[in-house]
């Protein structure tokens, strides 16, 4: 039986020392300041990121990886003999899941490819990936892997609290007049990302301690006494609240497992510094 090999792309946010243990591969998508490009994850940290974001002054974007940057993944590690399972950013997101299909298509016919779309993003998924590394790590097969990142795909409770409405004034998701209404009112918004994969704007407070109240009341009444995995992603240098929230979690939930991680340079590009990423998987009893 062919050995199997778990791609993914920058945006699942998952630390370089992980993919190392894992065997992860790691497709990068590109941050763009202007004409300059840097790899994501790769040529440019999380850390420096933002401390470049902070003195850029403009919106930073990013790009997918094109079907080539797939291809050459796929086709070596085809060629090799593995099974691959690709996961990919939500395709509602990012043509990223697009250029991976793509790259398989070119594929010969008995290359061992799948394509998965996280309807996802940052370690939201990433912690899905991290899962399917480890079960292929100890011999599962892929129907059960798959089938191990379908389920944790539709139970996943995601919410990013936002600190500021610029970027998302300036990436066009809402208007100036409501941005700046938004800033003098210190409106904090939730976002969440429904089940295809569309971010969506969950709810809103007037203040963090009442954005994060909201996202508690909330879990608590969807998850009450069931065992959960907690993951708190935070935008480095810019973590206030986030040690606040955790604690707040993990007084309301059952946490039987908990990690930090941080928020990477594209997810960053379009959320902003200060946002607080929440991933919660539920674990059975």
Known sequence: MASIVVVTDSTADIPLATREKLGIEMVPLKVNFGAE???DNIELQPADFYKKLASFGKLATSSQPSPADFHE???RLTDEGHSVISIQLSSAM???YQSATIAKSMLDDDADVTVIDSKSASFGYGKIVVRAAELAQ????????????ERMRSELRLYFLVDTLEYLQKGGRIGKASAVLGSLL????ILSIDKEGFVYPFDKARGQKRAMSRIVEVLETDLKDTPVSLIVAITPGYSDGAAEMAELLK??????????TEIGPVIGAHAGPGTIGLFVFPLGS
């Open 73 to 75: 993944v796929y086709k």
């Open 94 to 96: 990012s043509g990223t």
């Open 186 to 189: 210190n409106i904090k918004p």
């Open 37 to 39: 490009s840097y790899l």
């Open 138 to 149: 100890a011999g599962a097969d892929k129907a059960d892997i798959i089938a191990e990142v």
């Open 251 to 260: 007084s309301k939930l059952n946490v039987k497992e908990y990690e930090e």
